[in-house]
């Protein structure tokens, strides 16, 4: 009674483990690449389904984006600069069975493509052209590792570069550039400035010419101007006739001279 009792309990234990072997739940962002004698015949889930024990084996692959940090690279670019990038990574499997027999690991495969291809590509382009046209290379660093991983099952949604760390002495040379640029800006600014105010001026001038009233409006405008402030400045008015006179007046260059006198 006892033998068979215990012969019981061991059959109803080893069904259990069984049954426990043979029932697999996959939840919604995992399937199951079964493989039935070493021999794939496919994925499945999600949810519950039942497999054959010891005959078949599962591998669990998850669908869901991995974001990826692409270490630190040190890259010369095409301009023989120096420069340390890193950048970031997003993919996430689309065909597990791919991703399960055409490679062993393809999270660290996709890393290994990522860095060499950080590397080859930032070693083809301009310092100037790393720092402004970062969409573009981010562009075509995806669609080169998306090719490579594609025969794994693996779709690379996204690269982007994040930050880009310039020497000490690269650095300062930027900002001279910078200052420099400013200040040629700033002077070419300046002097439009000073054309545009000479070209007021003169049309100005072109103005008042034609109505001597309105130099003499503009005299007594000065004037009130100075006087409103408290200080002992005096103004003499001198009309521009008077210096027009004085300057017909006077004799042309190179002209005859009054005779000196003669001393005794």
């Known amino acids: 009674m006892n033998s068979g009792l215990i012969g019981i309990i061991l059959g109803a234990a080893v069904l259990l483990l069984l049954l426990m072997a043979a029932v697999k739940v996959v939840p919604e962002y995992e399937r199951g690449v079964i493989f039935r004698l070493g021999r794939i015949i496919g994925a499945k889930g999600p949810g519950l389904f039942v497999i054959i024990p010891v005959v078949d084996r599962m591998v669990r692959v998850s669908l869901r984006t991995v974001t990826m940090d ?22 996430n499997v689309v065909d597990p069975n791919r991703s399960v027999l055409a490679i062993e690991d393809h999270i660290k495969g996709t890393s290994q493509i990522a860095q060499t291809t950080l590397r080859s590509i930032l070693g083809q382009v ?40 310039l020497p000490e002495a690269m650095r300062r040379a930027m900002a001279r ?45 000065t004037m009130a101007e100075v006087s409103s402030e408290r200080n002992s400045t005096l103004i003499f008015p001198l009309p521009m006739e008077i210096l027009r006179l004085v300057d017909m007046l006077r004799p042309p260059d190179g002209g005859p001279q009054a005779p000196r006198p003669v001393q005794a």
């Open 70 to 91: 692409i270490p630190p690279q040190d890259v010369i670019t095409k301009d023989n600069v120096t420069v340390r990038v890193n950048a970031v990574t997003y993919f």
């Open 177 to 221: 550039q910078a200052e420099a640029e400013r200040d040629r800006r700033a002077k070419v600014i300046h002097a439009k400035g000073e054309f545009e105010a000479a070209e007021t001026l003169a049309h100005a001038a072109e103005r008042i010419e034609g109505h001597p009233a309105a130099m003499h409006l503009r005299i007594l405008s």
């Open 126 to 165: 301009d310092l100037d052209e790393l720092l402004i046209n970062r969409d573009e290379i981010n562009q075509r660093l995806q669609q080169i590792i998306d090719d490579v991983t594609n025969p794994w099952g693996v779709k690379v949604t996204l690269v982007e570069v994040k930050d880009v760390e």
